[in-house]
């Protein structure tokens, strides 16, 4: 190609997969292997301490996992990235440079209730603390934050309430304190928004969701912008000072901009075991080929049945930030301005029954946990996926006892439409 | 501040026509940046000389350390800076002087005075890149760690 930037379609298509250098296979081969052989002793012994880029071991790097994590990178507009088995594992790992025990993290209390209860219980385990505050006001964090503080974690779109968070708001203030702003940008994907166009520093997903698209892989993924600077100050010793398990090696010295990234596969996906497999990589891969196509389908639909269901007798609000009515339009407009995503929260005026009763009507609609796939899914998170939840923390994550979760597919509207409309008539009922 | 920015071209053009590159501030510490890089671009095809008074008579990766650039012998393509911004100055002066056709400053290294010295002398100049990453990325070898490389490119990648 020419030196102009390609454009995001482009990137889609292509970004990280090139033809195959050994065979020219024109799609991306799945290198299902455990291990790669060394050219000699030298060779290894390089490979080993880093010094010249090449395959390992697939729990590090392998070519069609490599592939994957290039292309997402390339859509997000970040240096590079860190593949991981799941969106669950790629937030650990997104971490696991940054703390150490007794060091916390800022996020807001709006997320997916998976995250929360990782952040909020599982993370005790490694002794690193996570502090929830609502991020309709960013300066919560402010006031939140201490000198353990080693980043700020947001969802660019929350999962399930449709919340739009004032990103780049709360970058400045997460800037102000060094540290980074990690966001993670399953829900809205880089077609609908580049966090780190907002000043966010790094970014996760659950791949599993809009950039696979067909419910075929899980996988989650690290994405890091390249531009903190990890020794303005001493929060971060993982990565600016000596490391004793390489040698003393300071990685933010040796690899400037590509240091986290380094780090994340020699250190954290070395340790932590969570690789993606070769075969999940592909299939997201050739879900991400079709993601812009997608997402406009995606977003058009959802804005349909929000629309149709804003006026419907038996719901009694809609939270979808491309309604022109929500409380998150004017964000949505700024940080999503093509679409609000396929995700919205409906609250039903017959409550926790008539949620029950709505999930085991549908017909077109799936009923299960996921979201992103290419078919509708509804789910009711209050009696399911965010069952463990407190009656706060289910009012707060938008999932209280009236709450159906819908993720709109890429099916005729009108379909769609129908099936919400005869199963409303029979929760109602 | 502003980040620079190189056309791939052009940098592709630079890796491509360099021979011979003294590599100023060379450590024989196996693990500082310097070391990695000089290591690399050796396995790549380059003869890698290393400048380093405080080791000078010394060997590193086969090659004797010498003290200063006018001191080499033999002709020189590209000067590669391993050192801080102000010390780039008189190197980047001294690579003009010893006839060198590329002024290469690393990571953090950059000197707009020094580089247009350099350039009204009728050199390339390349400042806060490494050419070990640039000839990894250009060549898709730092895609292997999920580096977000800038190619697209449908042509089967020489191996």
Redesign the interface.
Known sequence: ?S?NE?GFE??AV???G?????T?A?QTPVYQTTSFVFDDAEHAA?LF???????IYSRL?N?T???L??RC??LEG??????AASGHAAQILALFPLMHPGDEIIAANKLYGGSINQMGHSYRKFSWGAKFVDPDDPENFRRAASDKTKAFFIESLANPGGVVTDMAAIAEIAHDIGVPLIVDNTMATPYLCRPFEHGADIVVHSTTKFLSGNGTAIGGMVVDSGTFDWMQNDKFPSLSKPAPE????TFA??F???SF??Y??AIGLRDLGAAQSPMNAFLTLLGIETLPLRMEKHCSNALSVAQHLSNHAAVDWVSYAGLETDKYYALGQRYLPKGAGAVMTVGLKGGYDAGVKLVETVELFSHLANIGDSRSLVIHPASTTHRQLTEEQLSAAGAGAEVVRLSIGIETPADIIADLDQALARANN | MEALKYEDSYVKSILADVKTIAMVGASTNWNRPSYFAMKYLQTKGYRVIPVNPVVAGQELLGEAVWSSLDEIDEPIDMVDIFRNAKAAGPITDAAIEIGAKVVWMQFGVINHEAAARAEAAGLRVVMDRCPKVEYARLNGELSWNGFNSKVISSKRRKL
């Not at chain 1, 301490?49 to 395959?55: E, K, T, Y």
């Open positions: 190609m030196d390609p482009t990137l292509h970004a990280g090139a033809p195959d250098p050994a020219g024109r390089s301490n880093l010094q010249v880029p090449g395959f790097t070519p996992v490599s592939a994590e290039e990178a390339a970040g240096v590079g990235s860190t593949a390489y040698h003393n090696l010295e040796t400037g901009e590509l990234t380094i994340g596969h």
